[in-house]
């Protein structure tokens, strides 16, 4: 099934970036899950095999175009079993790239990975003759694009600049938007390395098995851990790799080990470039069986205060009937869309991971109570969006016309509608706007609690006058750990604007542009895997769902087929990517 690596010359893997709906902080114990949404925004990388004279020492260049300086050098050495990499003197002090850990440590541990799997004398081939080229590349999205002056371009704006804009500063300089750059690079590179190097197999159609996607993902766990020096839930890797999904941390211990190694990319020539080949292996601790990697909600004891939700119910059958387990896919449902703001508020959102931690440790009995409501919240939205993709997959005209009419709509204005008009995906509607104002409270009241601005009040303001003044505006809230730099909305699009867009997006926008409290601007992308990304997709797995739901609650769980992996880490080609040519030849 695997493509002989010797074939690959070119090798190209794209990720999207993340948005944690609802979740944050109390997705850092494996009890509680989240729901992350991957977006329509995307990382690339692109590998290429260089001429060159085959020898044992093979350069690896990592270019990231749209930075001023942004170029890493490294030299893998193969020698018998051997196999090290050093980074080059010369980039490593240069000012404007110098040490990259996400870069070193990914190269390190997929180059480790392809030793343990395929062996040196394979792992020399791949990287014959002349070593690699890779080319890291970002859409526009994941760094603000702001004027010098501060301004937030518009929808109309962020159009016309071209796909893969030059940022024209170095890469310490650039303002991020919280969409997960060093996660999405880190993915899409240790996916891109593990392909060309014949680590991970793909199918013959180009598609990635799960296996396959769950050894990427544990190896871009490890890197990104390792990069970050310190392991967070791994929410931002998990939508890199499997898209929009019901997240649910691994177990720490299964990287621990290898964390405490401390390894790093050391500087050609310095004394720890020649003990920088590690004995230990990868391996056990990667593979995609290892079962630290997946705490089940079903069978384990670890969920505590919690039950499963209906969607990872799903999930779990899947996974048996696919022999491998992945997290369980939560596109939003159709004719949902997000929007998300860049936030431009002047001040840097101070550590508010350790505020909350301080006060979960000095006030348990109150946190334990705080997230138990939370993470209620959070499984009600999970379940509501889930039964609204059910109720699509069973009747699509009533739901397109029950969408059709609360659009129309402020969702405060619903409950009078639902009077009116009673249907039951207008009651679903309501009941996923309450669950949204529940975990928007929530995270507030957190917030409140730890003396963290964890929904600052202004924020919270720019938030309630775009769900009050729209209409069919769902909710809307903080993303992952809040703070002032961005803010997301889930909005109904009526079927009736077809490819258009919706009135009450573009209200929104409106109102944002003339807000002066805070300077907010609306980022390009929406969901990853929702309708608009690929209706098709999310056709297919409402029907699997109806299926699946309608099936039996216990007992044999059905034949069902493997989940798409549209909104999540796939393999493409320069050509299909718009820009993409033009910005590696830039
Ligand atoms: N295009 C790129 N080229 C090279 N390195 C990059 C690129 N994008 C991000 N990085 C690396 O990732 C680091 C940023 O990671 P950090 O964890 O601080 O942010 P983040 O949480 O990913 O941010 P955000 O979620 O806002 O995108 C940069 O300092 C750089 O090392
Ligand atoms: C607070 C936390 O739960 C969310 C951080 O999310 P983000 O990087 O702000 O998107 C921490 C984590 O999950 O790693």
Known sequence: MATP????????????????????????????????ISTSSRFYT?????????????????????????????VVSIQGEEVTLVQTKETYTSPHAGPNPFLSLSILYALRLAKETRGTDALAASLSPGGLDIYVLADNDFYSQRSSSGAAPSTSELQSIPPFQSQG???????????????????????????HLGAVPTAPDGSLPSE?????????????????????????????????????????????????????????????????????????ALQPSNPLWHPSPLSSGQVGETHPTAVEGLAASISDNLKVARPAP???????????????????TPSLVGKVTEWKRSKPEWAKQL????ASANQTLADSLFSLTLAY????????????????????????????????????????????????????????????????????????????????IVGGGVPGAGGYDAMFLLYLRPPSVGNGSAPGRDKVEQLWSEWTALSVGPLLCSAGGSASASTAALEQQAKMLSQVHGGQPSGAAPAVAAPTNDGGL???????????????ER
């Open 212 to 284: 396959s996607l769950a050894l990427i993902h544990n190896t871009a766990q490890l890197a990104h851990c390792a990069a970050q020096g310190k392991v967070g839930s791994g929410f931002d890797v998990s939508a890199a790799v499997w898209g929009s999904h019901l997240f649910r941390r691994f177990d720490k211990d299964v990287i621990q080990g290898i964390l405490d190694r401390g390894e790093r990319v050391a500087v050609e020539g310095s004394p720890e470039a020649e003990t920088s080949d590690s004995s230990e292996t990868l391996w056990p």
């Open 5 to 36: 690596a010797s074939a690959r010359k070119e090798t190209v893997v794209s990720a999207p970036g993340k948005v944690l709906i609802a979740g944050g902080y109390l997705v850092l114990d494996p009890a509680y899950p989240g729901l992350v």
């Open 330 to 348: 939560m596109a939003l449902p159709p004719r949902f869309e997000m929007v998300l703001a860049d936030v431009d508020a002047g001040s840097n």
């Open 393 to 472: 997959g069973q009747d699509p005209e009533a739901y397109d016309e029950a969408v059709e009419l609360a659009a129309s709509k402020k969702s405060k204005e619903w409950d009078a509608l639902v009077k009116e008009k009673p249907s039951s995906v207008l009651k679903l509607l309501i009941e996923t706007r309450n669950a949204m104002r529940s975990v928007q409270g929530g995270m507030r009241e957190l917030g409140r609690q730890a003396g963290a601005p964890v929904e600052p009040n202004e924020m919270g303001d720019v938030i309630k006058a775009s769900i009050d003044g729209s209409e069919g």
């Open 46 to 74: 692109v590998v290429r095999t260089r001429d060159g004279e085959a020898s044992g020492r093979f350069p690896v260049k990592v270019l990231s175009p749209q930075f001023v300086g942004a170029e890493w050098g490294f």
């Open 371 to 374: 997230y138990r409501i939370l």
């Open 570 to 584: 796939r393999l493409v080609s320069v050509d299909e990517v718009k820009g993409l040519k033009d910005a590696l």
């Open 169 to 195: 500063k170095p890469i310490k300089d650039v303002h991020k938007t919280g969409l997960g750059s060093s996660a999405a690079m880190t993915t899409s590179l240790v996916g891109s390395l593990l392909i």
